[in-house]
Every structure is written in structure tokens, then in C-alpha cells.
């Protein structure tokens, strides 16, 4: 097999992980071409009735990629991760975000193994991409 027999199986490859049934239930996938790394993140769907609502915080500049589990759309200007510490911390873009809902997941493509703000974009399914502001820590207030 030809490498450029590889690259045009690239496209089958990205497909079938969008042809793949019930989302909820997958974690984030991994994928290594060519000693680059794109992380795809499923998007696990809000809950109907919300328990509690979030407190944003000041959050770190950088995020772990091996931390993130999940992610929730919270609009589309931002993102919220799920971590495995249960932690959770939002991802606000520098400009709408559309796009992200279109697939329910999205890819990151992070330089090292931080997802950094300022430097590293999420990249809609579609196309699109949207670059990383900042990032806010999430603390829960319950509702009374």
C-alpha cells in the first residue's frame, strides 16, 4: 500500500467515526496521522431539567487534553469540558462558533498535550473552526 493510497483512505477513516451510533455513550477518540494528534470530542446532550446552575470562575490558561471525557455545548460562543476529576471548565471562543451541534462532537487538534487559550482552536465537523479565548472553572450552585 502507497502512501497516497493511505491519504485517500483519510477521509473513510474521519467518516466512519461520524457514522458511529449513539454518541452519548463514547469518549473522546484519539487519533495519530503522521505524529499529529486530533482528539474528536462527542458532545453529550444538556439535561432537560437542570439541577443546578454554573458559577464561572478565573481558569487556567491550559487544560490537559488526556483530562477531557465530554463536552456540553453551552452556546455558541462557548464550550463546557468535562474532565475526569468531574471538574468543569469552559472554553469561550473569540467569535460565534456555529456548527458544533451540526456532527454532536468536534475535533482538537492541540500542538502538545495541553489545550491552551490564545493558541488552540476547536474544529467543527464541518469545517469551521474557532479559536479559544480564554477558559472560566465551573462551580455548581444548586437551585433552591
Same mark, same amino acid.
Given at each position: 500500500?502507497?502512501?497516497?493510497?493511505?491519504?485517500?483512505?483519510?477521509?473513510?477513516?474521519?467518516?466512519?467515526?461520524?457514522?458511529?451510533?449513539?454518541?452519548?455513550?463514547?469518549?473522546?477518540?484519539?487519533?495519530?496521522?503522521?505524529?499529529?494528534?486530533?482528539?474528536?470530542?462527542?458532545?453529550?446532550?444538556?439535561?432537560?431539567?437542570?439541577?443546578?446552575?454554573?458559577?464561572?470562575?478565573?481558569?487556567?490558561?491550559?487544560?490537559?487534553? #488526556?483530562?477531557?471525557? &465530554?463536552?456540553?455545548? *453551552?452556546?455558541?460562543?462557548?464550550?463546557?469540558?468535562? !474532565? @475526569?476529576?468531574?471538574? $468543569?471548565?469552559?472554553?469561550?471562543?473569540?467569535?460565534?462558533?456555529?456548527?458544533?451541534?451540526?456532527?454532536?462532537?468536534?475535533?482538537?487538534?492541540?500542538?502538545?498535550?495541553?489545550?491552551?487559550?490564545?493558541?488552540? #482552536?476547536?474544529?467543527? &465537523?464541518?469545517?469551521? *473552526?474557532?479559536?479559544?479565548?480564554?477558559?472560566?472553572? !465551573? @462551580?455548581?450552585?444548586? $437551585?433552591?
Amino acid at each position: 500500500m502507497t502512501s497516497g493510497t493511505i491519504w485517500n483512505l483519510l477521509p473513510l477513516l474521519f467518516g466512519l467515526f461520524g457514522a458511529q451510533p449513539g454518541a452519548v455513550g463514547q469518549s473522546v477518540t484519539r487519533l495519530v496521522v503522521q505524529e499529529e494528534v486530533i482528539l474528536r470530542v462527542p458532545i453529550q446532550p444538556q439535561p432537560l431539567i437542570p439541577e443546578f446552575d454554573w458559577v464561572e470562575k478565573k481558569g487556567p490558561k491550559c487544560v490537559p487534553v #488526556a483530562a477531557i471525557r &465530554r463536552a456540553l455545548l *453551552s452556546g455558541s460562543e462557548q464550550v463546557d469540558f468535562i !474532565l @475526569v476529576s468531574r471538574e $468543569r471548565v469552559r472554553a469561550q471562543f473569540d467569535e460565534n462558533c456555529t456548527g458544533l451541534d451540526f456532527y454532536r462532537g468536534f475535533y482538537l487538534q492541540p500542538q502538545d498535550e495541553r489545550l491552551c487559550a490564545h493558541r488552540d #482552536a476547536v474544529y467543527s &465537523r464541518i469545517g469551521g *473552526s474557532c479559536t479559544i479565548e480564554r477558559f472560566k472553572q !465551573l @462551580v455548581p450552585k444548586f $437551585r433552591r
